[in-house]
């Protein structure tokens, strides 16, 4: 789904969207805001890129990022969550991963990102995905499937 559909979807549903980013720094927020009338159904976004602003913005328990890592399920469920909690939006996507070049592992390869969704109605999901190619491409890619993600959260 593009941006502009998106902006659309919400519209029509009366829905307000938060962002919590980690490795697209802010990607989703910037395409969503691209778009003239989104003011009515983006509240705001969380650049969160360090373990630090995670816990400070987002309320993500350090605990959980010691013990899951920050590229994880538990920590983008977490994002989202405290996406919601800190903003005035009905429904809230996070994204975390590895956009490389460096930082990856043999368990968390360069090109992992963990997504997750929330609303305010309690519904939660977690996806995860290995893009390939160089970080702007992973980056790009990232960005990309969290609107088609959060297209999905006003369709089904």
């Known amino acids: 789904m593009s941006a502009t559909e998106l902006v659309q979807a919400l519209l029509q549903q009366g829905q307000m969207v938060?962002?919590?980013e980690s490795c697209t720094g802010g990607m989703v927020a910037a395409a969503i805001t691209d778009i003239a009338g989104s003011s009515a159904v983006f509240d705001r976004g969380f650049v969160t890129y360090s373990n630090n602003a995670k816990a400070e913005m987002l309320g993500v328990p350090e605990k959980l990022i010691?013990?899951?890592g920050a590229v994880s399920e538990?920590?983008?469920k977490a994002m989202a969550q405290g996406a919601?909690?800190?903003s005035a939006a009905t429904l809230a996507i996070s994204i975390t991963g590895i956009a490389g070049?460096?930082?990856g592992s043999e368990?968390?390869?360069v090109g992992l990102?963990?997504?997750a969704c929330a609303t305010?109605?309690?519904k939660e999901w977690h996806e995860k995905k290995v893009f390939d190619g160089d970080r702007a491409a992973i980056r790009l890619a990232a960005r990309d499937h969290a609107l088609q993600m959060l297209g999905n959260a006003l369709i089904g």
């Open 120 to 122: 305010k109605r309690g």
């Open 66 to 68: 010691m013990a899951h």
């Open 84 to 86: 919601l909690k800190n």
């Open 74 to 76: 538990a920590v983008a």
């Open 101 to 103: 070049p460096s930082g």
């Open 113 to 115: 990102v963990h997504f």
């Open 107 to 109: 368990t968390k390869p």
């Open 18 to 20: 938060a962002t919590a």
